[in-house]
C-alpha cells in the first residue's frame, strides 16, 4: 500500500498522558500536513512540515503540541498532558517535493481518532 | 480567518439529478483549487482540481468552474448517484504550498 499511512487508528489516553500520533507520507512525498477535524467541524490546518524542517506551523497550539518530521522514520505528532478537548480526528496528508510537477494535490491518511478519558 | 468558506453545510438532491456545490475563498494568490470527497471514518479522497488559469475542469461527472474575479469555485455532479452521499470539501493552495479547506458540505442523494 503506497498510501499515507497512518497509526494508530484509534488512540484512548487518560486526561495528563502523552499521545503520540504517527504518519508515514506517500512513497516519493516529503511534504507532510497535519490537521485536525472536531466533531461537526471542518478540517482545521495545524502544521506543515518538510524533512527535519517546520515549513509552517501557525495553527498549532502554543502549548502541549509539537510535530516534528525526521530525516528517517514517520512523522510524530506529539500532544503532552492531553485534555478532553483534545479528542478529535487527526488527519496527516503528503504531498510531492518542491521541484516536482506544481500543483499536486495532497493526499490523505484515515486519520487517528483521539480519544481522552 | 477562514479564508475558504463552504457556506452550505448540507444539501439533498434526488438521484439523476445534477448536485451543485460552492466554494468561496478571500485570497486572490490562491493558485490551484481542489475538492475532496470524505465518508465517515476514512481521510478525504481527492476528487478534482483546477488551476487558477483555467475557468473549468472536467472529469466524468464531476466538473469544476472557477470564477476568479468572484472568487468562486463549484463542484458538478451530475447525474447524482446514492454513491456520491458524503461530505465534501473545497481546499485552496497557495504558492507556498499551503492549503486552507473550508468547512465541508454534507451531500446527500435520495435514490
Known amino acids: 500500500n503506497a498510501g499515507v499511512m497512518q497509526n494508530p487508528r484509534h488512540l484512548v489516553r487518560r486526561r495528563g498522558q502523552e499521545a503520540r500520533l504517527r504518519c508515514s507520507p506517500m512513497?516519493?512525498?516529503?511534504?507532510v500536513y497535519w490537521y485536525r477535524q472536531l466533531p461537526e467541524e471542518g478540517l482545521k490546518f495545524m502544521v506543515y512540515?518538510?524533512?527535519?524542517?517546520?515549513?509552517?506551523e501557525s495553527g498549532m497550539p502554543k502549548e502541549r503540541f509539537s510535530a516534528e518530521f525526521p530525516k528517517e522514520g514517520p512523522s510524530i505528532l506529539r500532544i503532552q498532558q492531553v485534555v478532553r478537548g483534545d479528542s478529535a480526528a487527526y488527519f496527516c496528508?503528503?504531498?510531492?517535493?518542491?521541484?516536482?510537477?506544481?500543483?499536486?494535490?495532497?493526499?490523505f491518511g484515515d486519520g487517528t481518532r483521539l480519544s481522552i478519558l | 480567518d477562514q479564508q475558504v468558506k463552504q457556506n452550505s453545510p448540507s444539501l439533498s438532491v434526488q438521484e439523476g439529478r445534477i448536485s451543485i456545490l460552492n466554494c468561496d475563498y478571500t485570497?486572490?494568490?490562491?493558485?490551484?483549487f481542489l475538492w475532496y470527497k470524505k465518508y465517515p471514518a476514512e481521510g478525504p479522497t481527492f476528487l478534482i482540481s483546477?488551476?487558477?488559469?483555467?475557468d473549468k475542469n472536467e472529469d466524468g461527472r464531476f466538473t469544476v468552474f472557477l470564477n476568479k474575479s468572484a472568487k468562486h469555485l463549484s463542484l458538478h455532479i451530475v447525474p447524482s448517484q446514492p454513491g456520491d452521499s458524503a461530505v465534501y470539501f473545497c481546499a485552496a493552495k497557495n504558492t507556498g504550498n499551503q492549503f486552507y479547506f473550508g468547512t465541508g458540505t454534507s451531500l446527500t442523494v435520495i435514490p
Open positions: 483546477i488551476s487558477s488559469i483555467k
Open positions: 485570497n486572490s494568490m490562491f493558485d490551484y
Open positions: 496528508a503528503s504531498s510531492p517535493p518542491s521541484g516536482a510537477p506544481s500543483n499536486q494535490p495532497q493526499h
Open positions: 512540515l518538510q524533512k527535519e524542517n517546520i515549513i509552517d
Open positions: 512513497k516519493g512525498h516529503s511534504h
